[in-house]
């Protein structure tokens, strides 16, 4: 059974950078695409960024873009966020999310079209 567990969040102040980390198990596992979403405390679960497997292609969300990277580790079974200048207003608990097979539209940035989450891991932005 795939397994996915994120890492790295933590309590920092504004401005400040984080970078969070998702592993899957077992290792060998394969994803077409890789993604982060996150949920803020009240309101619904959005999408954050993506990748795409095969050839790295990247996909963010507005609030994401220029301040996020998303990146994936060596064998396609990792996948990390590096955030910067962060805000106030990024304060959720982060997933990140796989998706197994091809999606025919594109990256998809959608909560439904992910089969597998990790259990999130919150991020805190005090100003």
Known sequence: QVQLVESGGGLVQAGDSLKLSCAASPHTTRF??????????GKNREFVAAIGSNYGNTYYGQFAEGRFTISQGDGNSAVFLQMNNLKPEDTAVYYCADRATDHEYGIPVAVVSYDYWGQGTQVTVSS
């Open 32 to 41: 077409a695409y890789m993604a982060w979403f996150r949920h803020p405390l």
